[in-house]
């Protein structure tokens, strides 16, 4: 059975104060501080990420776009990946929750999404 909602996973140049602000709306999160996971290079946040269904927030565009590209090259999978620009937390929390609630999991699943 396919889940609906995005279960997100934040890397660690997000502030945990977009996750709280997320949770409060009734959706899952998981930081990497959360998940232990500080340090860990970009590919394995992106594994982790995968191994556990969620679809990843980052800002960092250009390592991300990177990944993206070399998952696709590789005919590997992701559960998406969206980059948002730095801005205050309030404001990228306003951003994906108009992602959240306008996909299902299913749809964004591989693809690369900029708010």
Do not use: C, W
Request: hydrophobic share 45%; proline share 2%; glycine share 4%.
């Amino acid at each position: 059975m396919s889940q609906l909602f995005i279960d997100l996973y934040l890397d660690e140049d997000v502030s945990v104060l977009v996750a709280e602000l997320i949770r409060a709306r009734g959706f899952r999160v998981t930081t990497t501080q959360e998940a232990q996971n500080l340090g860990r290079s970009d590919r394995e946040q992106l594994e982790y990420a995968i191994a556990h269904g969620q679809t990843f927030l980052t800002h960092n565009r250009a390592d991300f776009e990177a990944l993206a590209q070399s998952f696709f090259s590789s005919a590997s999978f992701h559960h998406g990946i969206i980059i948002a620009v730095r801005r205050p937390p309030r404001e990228i929390v306003t951003r994906i929750l108009a992602v959240l609630n306008s996909r299902t999991k299913d749809e964004i699943r591989d693809q690369l999404v900029y708010i």
